[in-house]
C-alpha cells in the first residue's frame, strides 16, 4: 500500500512537471489561446443575442467571428503539442550530442520552435550558445512568421506544411521525464 501512494506521488509530480514545460515552451501559443478563447466568448454571445432580436447579418458577423475564435484555439493548441514534442526530441539530441548548430537548424523554422528548443536548451544549460547561434542567424524577438512563409507564401496551401507544423509525430524521450 505505501509503494502505490508513492508512486501515485510521482506520478502527480512528473505530470505536474510536464504540465509546466508544456506551459513554459509555448507561452505565446497558450496566449494566442486565450485571446481566441475571449474571441469565442464574447463574439458568441453577441451571435446568440442577436440571433434572438431577429437581427440576422449580425449573427453571421458575429457568428463567423466566434468561429474563428474556436479554429485559432484548436490550430494553437495543435501547434503547441508539436512544439512540445519538438522540445523532447531537442532535449534528446542535446543530451546525446552536446551542443551542435546541425541540432539546432532542425528547430529553427518558426518563432515556436525557436522557443522550444530554447527550454530545451535551457534545460541542459547550453542556451548561451543557442542565444548567440540565433543572434549570428540574424534571429530577433519579432521574427515569428516562419522562414518558409516569407520565401514562399503558397506553402499554407500544402498539405505538407500543416502536417510539419501541426501533426508532429509524439516523441517519447529517452532520458527524461519532462
Keep these: 500500500m505505501e509503494n502505490l501512494a508513492v508512486s501515485d506521488t510521482n506520478t502527480i ?23 481566441a478563447l475571449v474571441l469565442f466568448l464574447v463574439f458568441g454571445k453577441m451571435a446568440i443575442t442577436a440571433l434572438g432580436n431577429g437581427q ?3 449573427f453571421f458577423i458575429y457568428g463567423c467571428i466566434t468561429a474563428y475564435g474556436i479554429i485559432l484555439i484548436v490550430f494553437a493548441q495543435l501547434d503547441a503539442l508539436s512544439r512540445f514534442q519538438n522540445y523532447k526530441l531537442a532535449k534528446d539530441l542535446f543530451f546525446e550530442n552536446g551542443y551542435k548548430n546541425r541540432i539546432v537548424n532542425l528547430f529553427v523554422n518558426s518563432r515556436c520552435q525557436r522557443e522550444a528548443i530554447k527550454i530545451a536548451a535551457i534545460d541542459l544549460n547550453i542556451d548561451k550558445e543557442l542565444t548567440a547561434y540565433y543572434a549570428n542567424l540574424g534571429y530577433r524577438w519579432f521574427d515569428v512568421i516562419p522562414d518558409v512563409v516569407i520565401q514562399k507564401p503558397g506553402i499554407l496551401f500544402t498539405r505538407l506544411y500543416w502536417k510539419n507544423t501541426l501533426f508532429i509525430n509524439p516523441y517519447t524521450s529517452k532520458y527524461f521525464l519532462w
Design 13 to 35: 509530480f512528473i505530470s505536474y512537471k510536464r504540465g509546466c514545460r508544456y506551459v513554459k515552451i509555448a507561452k505565446l501559443l497558450h496566449l494566442i489561446t486565450l485571446i
Design 56 to 58: 440576422g447579418i449580425h
